[in-house]
Structure formats: structure tokens, C-alpha cells
Nanobody, 116 residues
Framework: QVQVVESGGGLVQAGGSRRLSCAAS????????MGWYRQAPGGQRELVAI???????NYADSVKGRFTISRDNAKNTVYLQMNSLKPEDTASYYC??????????WGKGTLVTVSS
């Protein structure tokens, strides 16, 4: 059984910061990549940031320069530091973990609400 659990969501004012955490546990045969996606009300799920093997990272254009993804491989944990938050960053944020054998695991999401 594999569990992916996010934490750190909540209400924050525009211009503020928030740090999300995600921990993967269970029978994971090595994690190749961990990333964050988000889905706004009425919208589609979109990539926010991803950390692949070897420390390579990719960001959505809308968050470049404001969000930073980091990863603790020993703990199977990934973080998302979000700065200069905007109301349009309001969404449920989902963590995704992909193993080296191709299995993909999703968390249930954590809601971030940015007030103007």
C-alpha cells in the first residue's frame, strides 16, 4: 500500500507565502520523480512544478520566480515554497509521485486560498 499525503494548505493573503509538504510512504520501489499539480475550481489539473531524478526541476511559467520545489530523497518528501502568492494561485494542490517502475501515486490534495 502506498500513501501520498499533502499538508500545508490554508488561507493566505495576496503577496504572502506558504509552504506545502508531501510525504510518500509504503511499498515504493524508489521514486523517480515527485511533483506538484493544481486544480482551480472549474479548471483542469495542471503542472505546477516537478523534481525529477538527478535534481532536474521544471516549473509552470505562471509560477517561475515565485515558487520553489525541493526534495528530500531520504524521506520521500517534496516541498513547494510559494512566495508572492496571487489570488489566481487559489486551487487544490496535489502531490504526484512516480516510481522507477512506472507506477504513479496521487495525494488527495490540499487547498490553498489566496485572498485579495
Amino acid at each position: 500500500q502506498v500513501q501520498v499525503v499533502e499538508s500545508g494548505g490554508g488561507l493566505v493573503q495576496a503577496g504572502g507565502s506558504r509552504r506545502l509538504s508531501c510525504a510518500a510512504s509504503g511499498s515504493i520501489f524508489g521514486i523517480k520523480a515527485m511533483g506538484w499539480y493544481r486544480q482551480a475550481p472549474g479548471g483542469q489539473r495542471e503542472l505546477v512544478a516537478i523534481d525529477t531524478s538527478g535534481g532536474s526541476t521544471n516549473y509552470a511559467d505562471s509560477v517561475k520566480g515565485r515558487f520553489t520545489i525541493s526534495r528530500d530523497n531520504a524521506k520521500n518528501t517534496v516541498y513547494l515554497q510559494m512566495n508572492s502568492l496571487k489570488p489566481e494561485d487559489t486551487a487544490s494542490y496535489y502531490c504526484r509521485a512516480e516510481s522507477w517502475v512506472g507506477a504513479v501515486y496521487w495525494g488527495k490534495g490540499t487547498l490553498v486560498t489566496v485572498s485579495s
